[in-house]
């Protein structure tokens, strides 16, 4: 087997938030982080959400279809998601601001727009990384009142 280096490339959008595009060889990936505030479970008040979407641009491979959720979008949320999970890089409760009441849904996007190997790895780097450059809003709690500050 070849010994091949593949370029890192990491792009940051300024203006928005987790927003990132990650180039890994010739593999490209964009990852975007969104957050809103939603009720959470009754079985489970003090957990907020993390949601995985993977879409495959036909472009980026000729096995991928356009608006058709693939097995491989399945299989590459759920690889990076449990990662991030079993690593306890995300804690649920942290997104909890009022117990039974409010809590932050975060959803990341994950768009492969080039696919030429290192998928998961190119996949993994664009969310961690989108995570960590994004930033949500600013709540306080006076009471029952919730006050968002958009930053």
Excluded: Y
């Amino acid at each position: 087997m070849e010994n091949k280096k593949r370029t890192l490339k990491i792009s940051f959008e300024e203006e928005i938030t987790g927003n990132v595009e990650v180039k890994l060889g010739e593999t490209r990936v964009i990852a975007s982080v969104k957050a809103e505030i939603v009720e959470p479970f009754p079985d489970r008040p003090t957990e907020g959400f993390f949601n995985f979407n993977v879409e495959f641009s036909p472009m980026a491979d000729p096995n991928f279809e356009s608006n058709r959720i693939t097995e491989s979008a399945i299989e590459v949320g759920r690889v990076i998601e449990r990662g991030l999970r079993e690593s306890r890089a995300i804690d649920s409760e942290a997104l909890c601001i009022i117990a039974s009441e409010k809590v932050w849904s975060v959803r990341c996007d994950i768009h492969i727009v080039d696919n030429n190997g290192n998928l998961i790895d190119c996949a993994s780097i664009a969310v961690i990384t989108a995570l960590l450059h994004f930033r949500r809003e600013s709540v306080s709690v006076n009471g029952s009142q919730l006050t968002v500050v958009w930053n």
